[in-house]
């Protein structure tokens, strides 16, 4: 028996807040939404994006996650960092880490995540 890879990552948000989810991960990210299954909770949504599945659940006893996080890979970080600044997102840069270049934001939650991009 071994572990065979990650299939999906969830982060939690406050109730009613699938809108400004839809707007951050779809919108600023451009992950997509996919369909939950329907004998799942109706609150929340999915996204995916390349080879990553990532689930936004509703918790009623929410508190961001800023220590913990998703470190998700893109094609073109500064790209991405200009459009995240433009929305008016704050992006923070981090101790070096060989092979890539990275920095942090927040989901409208609060929520950390790290953006990443390997080095050729």
């Not at 509703?58 to 508190?63: G, L």
């Not at 996080?69 to 433009?86: C, E, I, S």
Request: charged residues 20%.
């Amino acid at each position: 028996m071994a572990i065979i890879g990650l299939d999906h990552v969830q982060l939690a948000i406050p109730e009613g807040g699938e809108g400004q989810a839809r707007a951050f991960y779809a919108g600023l990210l451009g992950m997509t939404e996919v369909p939950k299954p329907t004998n799942l909770s109706p609150s929340g949504c999915w996204f995916t994006g390349g080879a990553v599945s990532l689930h936004i659940g509703v918790d009623p006893d929410f508190r961001p996650a800023t220590k913990a996080h998703p470190a998700l890979l893109v094609d073109d970080l500064a790209g991405l960092r200009a459009r995240l600044v433009q929305a008016g997102c704050v992006t923070r840069d981090d101790k070096p880490v060989e092979g890539y270049v990275r920095f942090f934001t927040e989901d409208p939650f609060g929520n950390r995540i790290e953006l990443m991009e390997r080095m050729p």
